[in-house]
T-cell receptor
Framework: DTAVSQTPKYLVTQMGNDKSIKCEQNLGHDTMYWYKQDSKKFLKIMFSYNNKELIINETVPNRFSPKSPDKAHLNLHINSLELGDSAVYFC?????????FGPGTRLTVL | RKEVEQDPGPFNVPEGATVAFNCTYSNSASQSFFWYRQDCRKEPKLLMSVYSSGNEDGRFTAQLNRASQYISLLIRDSKLSDSATYLCVVKRISPTDKLIFGTGTRLQVFP
């Protein structure tokens, strides 16, 4: 009965590959997010969707493309992976201010 | 300058100690304030919201000073299980509704 779930938990891949991370929430929230936490532990928002509509797109390279097939799902596709993409990616959802985070996907680009 | 600034620590304290963390924010349009806790290799989780009147949850007390743009968290009678990184978070609604995270203050409680 996990509230916000992400798959995969770990992702190790070569530079130049394309990969996707999936996120699902069963809280009935309207808003979902993708965050990136780098090696310095700084957590920064990348995207936000409200009811399947993109509302925040921070200055993220266009190699990153989020997709929300419905309000319970928000996936992240990354093209042409680079070394600097190595980080932990957290999905989150919210309703009314408080955000609930998924367990994170640890991406390592070799 | 980061929008939310925290002392990264680490703060190393013995069990039973009282420890205080501070945080400053630069955007006066910030609307809501929170402390989140993040354990090693885990996701952030809400610890408590912060109000100008101050609020307490067991051993944890949070305070907001809007005039000084300053947020604090006090932990009394520290437990080993309090060891974690504490993230100061502000929410602003302009130009878009989003949370801004500080880089966190690491606390290590030792026996």
């Amino acid at each position: 009965d996990t509230a916000v779930s992400q798959t995969p938990k770990y992702l190790v891949t070569q530079m130049g590959n394309d990969k996707s991370i999936k996120c699902e929430q069963n809280l009935g929230h309207d808003t979902m997010y993708w965050y990136k936490q780098d090696s310095k532990k700084f957590l920064k928002i990348m995207f936000s969707y409200n009811n399947k509509e993109l509302i925040i797109n921070e200055t993220v390279p266009n190699r990153f493309s989020p997709k929300s097939p419905d309000k319970a799902h928000l996936n992240l596709h990354i093209n042409s992976l680079e070394l600097g993409d190595s980080a932990v990616y957290f999905c989150a959802s919210s309703q009314g201010g408080v955000q609930f985070f998924g367990p994170g996907t640890r991406l390592t680009v070799l | 300058r980061k929008e939310v600034e925290q002392d990264p620590g680490p703060f190393n304290v013995p069990e039973g100690a009282t420890v205080a963390f501070n945080c400053t924010y630069s955007n006066s349009a910030s609307q809501s304030f929170f402390w989140y806790r993040q354990d090693c290799r885990k996701e952030p989780k809400l610890l408590m919201s912060v109000y100008s009147s101050g609020n307490e949850d067991g051993r944890f007390t949070a305070q907001l000073n809007r005039a000084s743009q300053y947020i604090s968290l006090l932990i009394r009678d520290s437990k080993l299980s309090d060891s974690a990184t504490y993230l100061c978070v502000v929410k602003r609604i302009s130009p878009t509704d989003k949370l801004i995270f500080g880089t966190g203050t690491r606390l290590q409680v030792f026996p």
